[in-house]
């Protein structure tokens, strides 16, 4: 039988991506949370609970450490979930807030699939998006037959 071999070392599509919502009691804070679990089922990265975050659990620090990109998702200017972040020492690789594309706060939780597609968009194009290798981090994260692309085999 052969043996498969899989990139590890963080690039593209392989990617471990980590995505906290502010989960506000507004509209835009609820769409935080509706952008990140379509990013999850999408494969883009996995929903993660920024509450929980807030306690400094042990397991989902070890779990965010071997994540190669932390994204936050902030309703508003307030930026919680970032702050949140940061008081755990993570320093977010892209951090999204939803009114600053225009979207309004507002209490009526009404949320449209285009503001949806906004938050999303916002996310695949921001700051973060270049694809760094993560070699530059582990110069042993190559595995063997690894197609990144990036040039180190």
């Known amino acids: 039988m052969t043996e498969q071999t899989t990139c590890t070392c963080g690039c593209g599509e392989g990617r471990r991506r980590f995505v906290f919502p502010c989960a506000g009691a507004s509209n835009v804070g609820q769409l ?3 952008a990140a679990l379509e990013l999850d089922d999408e494969g883009y990265g996995t929903f993660a609970c920024t509450a929980q975050l807030a306690t400094g659990a042990a397991g989902l ?3 965010r450490a071997e994540a190669d990109e932390i994204v936050v998702l902030d309703g508003c200017q307030n930026i919680c979930a ?3 972040a940061r008081t755990q020492g993570i320093e977010p690789d892209q951090a999204v807030v939803v009114t600053e594309p225009g979207i309004e706060k507002s209490r009526d ?3 449209s699939d285009e503001e949806i597609e906004t938050v999303i968009g ?3 194009e921001g700051p973060g998006r270049d694809g760094t290798c993560r070699e530059k981090r582990d110069p042993d ?3 063997p037959g690894c197609t990144c692309g990036c040039g180190r085999k």
């Open 109 to 111: 939780f009404e949320i």
């Open 122 to 124: 916002a996310v695949r």
């Open 32 to 34: 935080t949370n509706i």
């Open 61 to 63: 620090k070890q779990r």
């Open 141 to 143: 994260a190559h595995s």
């Open 82 to 84: 970032a702050t949140i």
